[in-house]
C-alpha cells in the first residue's frame, strides 16, 4: 500500500500507479488552533510505503503523525525532499546540526523500515538513519527532460565545484560537453562567474544544480552567461524549493525555461521521479 502525505500527494499517486499498488485515502487537516490532524481512512496494511516531503515543520509533524500510524509494521519511507538537509553541520557553538536531529527523530518508527532520499544535499545525513538509508539519483531524469528541449550545440554546467557531478551525469548521458561555473572577485562588490573550460559564445547552455531556493545565485549566473553570449540559457534542478521571488528573479534575468522534478509540486515540476521511487521500493 502507498500512503502519500500531504505535501507529495501527486508523486505518490503517480508511483502506485507504476507499482499497480492501493492509493491509500487519507485526511489531513488542521485544528482551529494550527495542530495537524492524520488519519489513514483505508484499512491498515503489514506493509506500506509512505511518500512525504518535508518543505515545512508542518509537514514533518505530519510524516511523524502516519509514523506513529504504523509504527508496529514494516514501513519504506521516501522523503523526495528532505528539509533542513543544508543544516548539517555546526558552524557555532550553541547550534543543532538539525539534519540530525530529523533524523534522530524518525528513526524509532523505522526499526523494521528502510529510507529513501532524493538528491540529499549532503550524503553525510544518511549516516545519522539507523535502518537501511539509500540516496536516490534523479539526475538521468534531469538528462532526458533536457534532451528533449530540442538545443543547439548544449552545453551543460553546474554552478560550482559541488554540483560538477550532477553535470558530469547528465552530459554523459546526452553526449555533451559539461563544466561548472567558476567565480572571480572583480572588486569588493563585483563578481563575475563563468565556465571554466568552455566558451559558451552562441551554445544552448544548462545550469543544473540539486535545488533552487532563492534564485539569486542562479539569476546571477544567468544574466552572465548571456552577457557572454550563450544564445539560450536554461534552468534544470531537482528540487524545486521557490522561496519568494525566485521564479521572477530567474525569468528577469533572461531563463529560457526551468526544469525541476516532482519532489516539491510546483508549476515547474514536469520532470517526474515516480520511476526513480517505483524502481526502488520494487521487491527484488
Do not use: W
Request: with cysteine; proline share 5%.
Amino acid at each position: 500500500m502507498i500512503i502519500g502525505g500531504p505535501a507529495s500527494q501527486l508523486l505518490a499517486g503517480r508511483v502506485a500507479a507504476i507499482l499497480g499498488e492501493t492509493l491509500a485515502f487519507c485526511d489531513y487537516r488542521r485544528f482551529p488552533d494550527g495542530e495537524s490532524y492524520t488519519q489513514v481512512i483505508t484499512p491498515l496494511e503489514d506493509e506500506v510505503a509512505i511518500i512525504q516531503s518535508t518543505p515545512t515543520d508542518q509537514d514533518l509533524v505530519y510524516l511523524l503523525q502516519l509514523l506513529d500510524i504504523y509504527r508496529d509494521r514494516k514501513v519504506s519511507l521516501v522523503i523526495p525532499y528532505f528539509g533542513y538537509a543544508r543544516q548539517d553541520k555546526v558552524f557555532k557553538p550553541g547550534e543543532p546540526m538539525t539534519a540530525r536531529a530529523v533524523a534522530t527523530a524518525l528513526n524509532p518508527f523505522l526499526k523494521n523500515g528502510r529510507i529513501y532520499l532524493v538528491n540529499i544535499h549532503s550524503p553525510s545525513i544518511l549516516s545519522h538513519f539507523e535502518c537501511e538509508a539509500k540516496n536516490l539519483d534523479a539526475t538521468p531524469l534531469l538528462a532526458e527532460g533536457i534532451g528533449s528541449l530540442g538545443l543547439e550545440d548544449p552545453a551543460i554546467v553546474s554552478p560550482d565545484k559541488g554540483a560538477v557531478a550532477m553535470a558530469k551525469t547528465a552530459a554523459e548521458r546526452l553526449g555533451v560537453d559539461y563544466d561548472y561555473l567558476q567565480k572571480t572577485r572583480l572588486s569588493g562588490t563585483e563578481v563575475s562567474m563563468a565556465p571554466k573550460e568552455i566558451d559558451v559564445k552562441g551554445r544552448d547552455v544548462v545550469i543544473i544544480d540539486d535545488m533552487i531556493a532563492t534564485g539569486g545565485t542562479m539569476a546571477t549566473a544567468i544574466s552572465l552567461l548571456r552577457q557572454q553570449g550563450a544564445r539560450r540559457v536554461y534552468l534544470a534542478a531537482v528540487h524545486a524549493v521557490l522561496t519568494g521571488s525566485a521564479v521572477l528573479k530567474l525569468y528577469r534575468s533572461g531563463v529560457e525555461t526551468v526544469l525541476a522534478t516532482d519532489t516539491l509540486d510546483k508549476g515547474i515540476s514536469t520532470v517526474s521521479v515516480a520511476p526513480l521511487i517505483a524502481e526502488a521500493l520494487r521487491p527484488k
